[in-house]
């Protein structure tokens, strides 16, 4: 179904909003290796709770055997530095909440419960926070002109 979209830059388009939909998930390159890889994890994991729509249905394989659904839509992980990801962060407030942003903080390695977690992003003030990394889920256009600078994570 196409319908006529505004977003915060204020574009309008004809196309179906999920079409101009785009998903980036950006990392601070300076964590060990298997930090990354759960920071993408966790991140991709609150993103698919927040838009299941993005799990496709079920599929078939040739003998017969149920395969679950895995998304539909490319999810390119992009790399920075806890300084970017402090200004990107910032820079999302402005687009809000026309832009989904989902963020981890360093605290995931030193909180043993998500209570404490809570706690502790309770405690610290923004300007401390230290994100590992964070997701941006909105209009294209608008995601691009935020991460259009940054590499993919390789």
Known sequence: MEEETGTALG?????????????VIVIDLALPLGQIANTAALLSLSLGRRFPEMI????????????????TH????????????????????SFEPELTVIELISATGTTR????????LRQTPAAELTYQGVVLCGETRCVNRLTGSLGLLR
């Open 74 to 93: 490319p999810i390119p992980v992009l790399k920075s530095d806890a300084d970017g990801l402090r200004v990107l962060r910032e820079k999302c407030k």
């Open 113 to 120: 419960s998500y209570a404490d977690y809570a706690e502790a």
């Open 11 to 23: 574009l309008i388009s004809r196309q179906s909003p999920e079409k101009l939909r785009k998903r």
């Open 56 to 71: 496709g249905a079920d599929l078939v394989d040739s003998e017969g055997h149920v395969r679950l659904g895995i998304t």
